[in-house]
């Protein structure tokens, strides 16, 4: 059977390029749009965020272990995860704009670890990727990181070693910067959106990065869960207006967002607040990224229960429901929090500075990667064991293209960096905000426009776990 499989994959995958190859559409760009100038382009991004942050002098200190653990994904039934001082997951850290985190950080699992916060502007060796910012964390050590967030919003943090592996197990948590805006809600929570690939058992399906999950959009489970509970439900009181932070972080499942009779207006995305906001439904949430919703349950709903449900696939999944209940309250009144300094920066038709290939190749040899397919994920034809940083200058604006050749997913990260989308396959896209993860859609080409300010070796890599374990990651040295 396996023998058979093969060459009809590459059949379909052969006869789906022809295909594409015959659209002319592909390979036009649909509207010219003017060259602008560099500098006008970065006098565009002055304030739209600061390149440093005002310090408070408070300091959180943290102590977290990363240890097996059990929790219940269904009732009644244990399962066996890995986590953060024992919970999957991990108590929520929640800081004010300013402050300071130190985390005390011990490794009681049986392999090597890191922790990287994702989205959040640290310093280069607090960036937590083992053989580029930071040594290994082995079985039995500790690691100190410490810094002071710059922006306020929702981030996370994760292991950067064997990740497909490890933040499937559960090692995950969320840290949320709080600025004034935050205060304004009746409730401020979040929602981290998971799925997790069960056996019959419960246990958690222990191979990892199978040739089925490098073929494929990575590993999709069979169970999706918000905040580890499959009946995650927030209770809200009529009247309510509810600060909703939503973080995928799944290995490889995207959700298309469905809020159904609710209005869900998004102002902020990747943690940044957005310079104009927008009606979530259907935004596609891809592992990694944030989305930070404004939610106004209406003062006559006392009793009903609103559903959010994920579309992406063609079965539509319910994530997790806002049950209404109790003595309604005042709605508090105030204008959407925004940033009127996100820059348009969609009207720039210059030419890429950095092209990434999005792309996957075999490789000879038997076994390969894991004992399993020799499929390798790359960047520009190289896996990152065998990559070239690029350079970038702090403050100059760089246009950035990555062009999707193969029909998987690719939601591309890049550290301690900030970009926004300004076109897809040629066509200008004003996307009012900034990103840290953008999807692309197979055969899809993303151009963003980014200012990098932090100095240092900064990961470019896809968030389908198994798609950067098997070699689609690379540097950005930023000088
Ligand atoms: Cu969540 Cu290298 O990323
Ligand atoms: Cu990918």
Request: proline share 5%; hydrophobic share 40%; glycine share 8%.
């Amino acid at each position: 059977m396996k023998k058979l499989l093969i060459p009809i994959f590459l059949i379909v995958g052969i006869s789906l390029g022809l295909l594409m190859g015959a659209d002319p559409q592909m390979f036009e760009v649909q509207e010219t749009y003017a060259a602008v100038s560099k500098t006008d382009l970065l006098n565009e991004f002055q304030g739209a965020y600061d390149e440093e942050v005002e310090e408070t002098g408070v300091l959180h200190e943290i102590n977290l272990v990363a240890a097996e653990s059990e929790v219940e994904l269904i009732p009644g039934e244990k399962t066996m995860t890995w986590s953060y001082n024992g919970v999957t997951p991990a108590e929520e850290i929640r800081i004010k704009l300013g402050d300071e985190i130190k985390i005390n950080f011990e490794n009681q699992l049986e392999q090597a670890t890191s922790i990287h916060f994702h989205g959040i502007r640290v310093p280069n060796e607090m960036d937590g990727v083992p053989t580029v910012t930071q040594d290994f964390i082995e079985p039995g050590e500790t690691f100190v990181y410490q810094f002071v967030p710059k922006d306020a919003g929702t981030y996370w943090y994760h292991p950067h070693f064997e990740s497909a592996e490890q933040i499937e197990m559960g090692l995950y948590g969320v840290i949320v910067v709080e600025d004034e805006t935050s205060e304004l809600y009746s409730q401020d929570e979040v929602w981290l959106i998971d799925d997790w690939l069960l056996q019959s058992d419960y246990q958690i399906y222990p191979n990892f990065v199978t040739g089925h999950d490098l073929m494929h959009d990575g590993r999709w489970g069979n169970l999706v869960t918000v905040n580890s509970s499959i009946e995650e439900t927030l209770i809200a009181k009529p009247g309510e207006r509810i600060r909703l932070r939503l973080v995928n972080t799944s290995n490889g499942r995207i959700y298309e967002l469905n809020f159904g009779e609710l209005e869900a207006t998004a102002i902020a995305v990747d943690g940044l607040l957005v310079g104009e906001v927008f009606d979530a439904e259907g935004f596609e949430l891809a592992p990694g990224n944030r989305i930070d919703l404004d939610i106004t349950i209406p003062a006559d709903a006392g009793g009903e229960e609103f559903i959010v449900y994920d579309k992406f696939t063609r079965s539509t999944i319910p994530l997790a429901t806002i049950l209404v209940e109790g003595e309604a309250i005042e709605t508090p009144v105030f204008d959407f929090p925004t940033n009127p300094n996100v820059p348009g920066w969609e009207a720039t038709g210059n030419e890429p500075d950095l092209v990434y290939e999005l792309d996957s190749q075999r490789t000879s040899g038997s076994g390969g990667m894991h004992g399993m397919m020799n499929l390798e994920w790359v960047i520009n034809d190289r896996a990152f064991s065998d990559i070239i940083p690029d350079e970038l200058e702090s403050g100059e604006f760089v246009k950035i293209q990555f062009k999707n050749e193969s029909s998987r997913l690719h939601p591309m990260h890049i550290h301690g960096q900030f970009f926004k989308v300004i076109s897809r396959d040629g066509k200008p896209v004003d996307e009012p905000y900034f990103r840290d993860t953008v999807l692309a859609h197979p055969n899809e080409i993303v151009e963003v426009g980014m200012v990098p300010l932090d100095s240092g070796s900064w990961m470019n890599h896809c968030h389908i776990l198994e798609h950067a374990e098997a070699g689609m990651m690379t540097i950005i040295e930023v000088k």
